[in-house]
């Protein structure tokens, strides 16, 4: 499931893909810095599409069941 916390706590970023490699604007950071308990991406709909795609992929290959805890980990 997707949540977050108080928004006063989130950072926002923007992510971009420029010349194969990905960099992350920083919108709005959180007061607890390196510790924001969520943050808010602002992509557009083609990646975020493609994102839920792959997603809903992995829940498929392994087996993720509803409420089920699971990390999604971004490689530098």
């Known amino acids: 499931m997707q949540g977050g916390t108080n928004g006063s706590e989130r950072t926002e970023i923007i992510p971009r893909e420029t010349g194969g490699a990905w960099h992350v604007d920083v919108v709005r950071d959180s007061p607890r810095g390196a510790y924001a308990p969520c943050v808010r991406a602002h992509v557009p709909k083609p990646e975020n599409t493609g994102a839920g ?12 069941v509803t409420m089920e805890w699971y990390e999604v980990l971004i490689a530098p």
């Open 53 to 64: 795609g792959e997603l809903g992929r992995a829940v498929l290959a392994d087996r993720i």
